[in-house]
């Protein structure tokens, strides 16, 4: 039979263990965790330059990027089962509304991809020193396919 010394001393031990690993799990392996969980994956480039040829061929962008003047002021991100679509000056709503129907049926035949954004900025800018965006959001737009597991 254990006695009270002995109790205290496995106890005291327990919770030394705990604080001592319960940091390391915090800061080290849950941050890698999520970003191993977020980070895009092949599929998922590949749905991104997908969904820039489909786009850049069904509407015409009037605003020509800053950084290649040879291709619009679209730009595509790519996440876990997730894209972003940030489009740049764009001012004309019908050619706004076309883009969103056309973004939607793209989403509808592309069932990999659960979440998609589309993003409109201000004018496109010259990048800062870091190549950081200064554009203001106009209007923002999220498509969502939830998907249910079934255990057939």
């Not at 599929?43 to 003047?69: C, G, H, R, V, W």
């Not at 076309?98 to 004018?123: G, K, M, P």
């Amino acid at each position: 039979m254990l006695n009270n010394s002995k109790i205290r001393n496995i106890a005291f031990r327990l919770l030394i263990g705990f604080l001592c690993v319960f940091p390391v799990y915090q800061w080290f392996f849950k941050p890698f965790k999520s970003a191993l969980e977020h980070m895009a994956r092949a599929p998922d480039a590949e749905n991104a330059s997908n969904l820039y040829n489909y786009m850049t061929n069904q509407i015409n962008f009037e605003q020509k990027s800053l950084m290649d003047s040879n291709r619009p002021a679209v730009y595509t991100h790519a996440s876990n089962h997730g894209l972003r679509f940030d489009v740049y000056g764009l001012t004309n709503s019908d050619v706004k509304k076309r883009l969103l129907v056309t973004a939607y049926d793209w989403q509808s035949t592309n069932t990999y991809v659960e979440d998609f954004q589309i993003r409109f900025f201000s004018q496109e800018q010259p990048r800062g020193y870091y190549g950081q965006h200064f554009e203001s959001l106009i209007d923002e737009f999220h498509f969502s396919i939830k998907k249910t597991n079934s255990k057939n």
